[in-house]
Each structure stands twice: as structure tokens, then as C-alpha cells.
């Protein structure tokens, strides 16, 4: 096994993992909420904030990860039907187009991560931009995992073979 497919492992159990915890953990701070504001008549507006965060998170972390094992939605029964040259270079129009939506996640993301430093928020303080991180960071996941599947499916419409795919 190569170090690439090692690394690429690696990071797909620590996304995994980051986004269950993440999840646990907006479970855990709505319960909290939940008891705060309803049992002790004390509402806490702490829980709810970092429950939002969270769920950026989440949100951007699972669709880089969602590229990756390609649960991305399409149509299935349309895609069969199709003819090898054709289902292939259909492939790397989408994954072309997820390329793009990276670099601009990218770019984007960072510019406004930067314009948002000095934001703060108002219940616990922390800068804004922690809202703002995963757009960039997701967006470089997003690029190397569709560029990535890109080169394989240019690969496969070269060759004339069915890409190879390996269960994660």
C-alpha cells in the first residue's frame, strides 16, 4: 500500500471521527439547552452558540468527506445507462466542476475568514471567524479529493478500463 492511500486513509477516519464528535457534542449542548431553559428556567445562550458552530462544521467537513467516498448524490440509473467514453468524461465534467467549487471555497473562504478577524461574539467571545474556517479548509479537501477522481476518470477514458476502486 502506498503512503498516499495510508495518508488517505488516516484522514478519512480522523474526518469521521471529527464530525461524530462534532455531532455528539451538538446532541450533547442542545440537551443542555434544552434542560437550561425548560427545567431551570435559565436560558443559555452559550450552548446555543456553540451548537451552530458545530454544525458549520459539520456541514463543510462532511461534504469534503462526502466528495471523498462519493456519496454525493446523482443519478444512478441515468449514469448506467450510458456508454463507457461518455459515463467517464460525465465524471470529469462533475468533478471538474467540484475542482472549481474548491478553489473558490478556497479563495473566498480565506478572504472573509480574514475580513471577519476582528468580529467577536457576544456571549462567549471568541472570534467570529471560527464560523468561517471550514469554508477553506472543506474547499481544499474538496480540490484534492476532485482532482483526485478527476485523474482517474481521465485515466479510465485513455485506458478504456473501469477505474479501480478501492472500498474505504
Known amino acids: 500500500m502506498s503512503i498516499l492511500r495510508i495518508i488517505d486513509q488516516w484522514l478519512i477516519k480522523i474526518l469521521k471521527f471529527v464530525v461524530a464528535l462534532l455531532l455528539f457534542l451538538i446532541l450533547l449542548l442542545t440537551l443542555i439547552q434544552v434542560v437550561f431553559r425548560y427545567i431551570l ?23 469534503s468527506l462526502g466528495v471523498r467516498l462519493k456519496s454525493h448524490p446523482y443519478l444512478k440509473l441515468l449514469v448506467t445507462r450510458m456508454s463507457f467514453k461518455i459515463k467517464y468524461t460525465v465524471f470529469i465534467l462533475i468533478y471538474l466542476f467540484m475542482a472549481v467549487m474548491g478553489i473558490v471555497m478556497v479563495v473566498y473562504g480565506v478572504k472573509y475568514v480574514g475580513r471577519t478577524a476582528g468580529d467577536y461574539t457576544t456571549s462567549l467571545g471568541y472570534s467570529r471567524n471560527l464560523f468561517y474556517y471550514p469554508v477553506p479548509i472543506s474547499g481544499i479537501f474538496i480540490l484534492i479529493y476532485s482532482t483526485g477522481e478527476m485523474l482517474q476518470s481521465i485515466k479510465a477514458v485513455l485506458t478504456g478500463k473501469e477505474v479501480e476502486r478501492k472500498d474505504l
Open 41 to 63: 428556567i435559565l436560558p443559555s445562550p452559550w450552548s446555543e452558540e456553540l451548537a451552530r458552530l458545530g454544525l458549520v462544521w459539520i456541514v463543510f467537513l462532511a461534504a
